[in-house]
């Protein structure tokens, strides 16, 4: 097919302003836009505005980490999808394993971030995974239908929204899912979504040692990283063997 990989990285709560000047300073002069992908970087949100600034003219799309599903309101401390498009943010990653664990959020309130998302014509990166008393059990696949049929309920333009495949076991652990296992994973999910036009990413330890075996998966649209992209070096790396991909 024709589909651009997309490949996105989740800064998390690292990165001052500063760090993002750096950062910026080493990979924006280094990167050569790659026809055959979407690049997307998700700063913390406050340092969205700044973001843009130094991105201007460049290949890179901004996203972010989360998002309130109203407009305006009564909620101290959340963030509206209006400044978030005001601040420059293309994408926005929902229901990622962080947010559901530590922050509560179901896939009730997902489905409402993606509704609004979509509204507002910030397209969501959709986090998905099992954890690994999940997995254990044998529950993997059931677990991942459950989450996309709970969170794309009454959602009829799927083609607007990539998914992201993480299993809870390989954020932020070193270990990756194998290829073989992404591969599987990946197909059923496609199946479940019935529709072609989505990414469907990988998420968990993706670094520049074990992206070449996991893009050559054909079921795999590209990758949402995490600890290899704080590191630009790093994440060049990874960019670069995706290049060199044809899908
Ligand atoms: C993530 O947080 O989405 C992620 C995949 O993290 P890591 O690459 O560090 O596993």
């Given amino acids: 097919?024709?589909?651009k990989y997309l490949i996105g990285a989740n800064f998390k709560m690292y990165k001052s302003h500063k760090d993002l000047q750096e950062y910026f300073d080493q990979f924006v002069n280094n990167y050569a836009c790659f026809?055959?992908?979407?690049?997307?970087?998700a700063p913390m949100t406050v340092c969205l505005g700044t973001a843009s600034e130094m991105t201007k003219d460049s290949c890179v799309h901004l996203g972010a980490q989360n998002m309130h599903y109203e407009d305006q309101g009564?909620?101290?401390?959340?963030?509206s999808p209006l400044i978030l498009k005001e601040l420059g943010a293309e994408y926005v990653i929902i229901g990622h394993s962080e947010r559901?664990?530590?922050f509560g959020e179901t896939n009730q309130m997902i489905n409402k971030k993606l509704k609004s998302a979509l509204q507002h014509g910030i397209r969501p990166i959709l986090c998905i995974g099992e954890n690994l008393e999940q997995k254990e059990l044998g529950i993997s696949k059931e677990t991942l239908k459950i989450q996309l049929r709970e969170a794309l309920q009454g959602?009829?333009?799927?083609d607007q929204i990539d998914v992201a495949y993480e299993p809870v076991r390989a954020i932020g652990t070193g270990k990756s899912a194998t290829p073989e296992e992404v591969?599987?994973?990946h197909e059923y999910i496609r199946s479940v979504l019935g529709n072609e036009k989505s990414r469907i990413i990988y998420g968990g330890s993706v670094n520049d040692t074990n992206a070449d075996i996991l893009i050559a998966q054909p079921a795999v649209n590209g990758f949402l990283i995490g600890s290899a992209s704080l590191d630009p070096q790093k994440f060049l790396k990874i960019l670069d063997v995706v290049s060199k991909k044809n899908k």
């Fill in 35 to 41: 026809v055959n992908i979407d690049l997307m970087i």
């Fill in 1 to 3: 097919s024709h589909m």
């Fill in 74 to 79: 009564a909620y101290t401390g959340e963030t």
């Fill in 155 to 158: 959602i009829d333009t799927l």
């Fill in 183 to 185: 591969q599987d994973i």
């Fill in 100 to 102: 559901r664990q530590y």
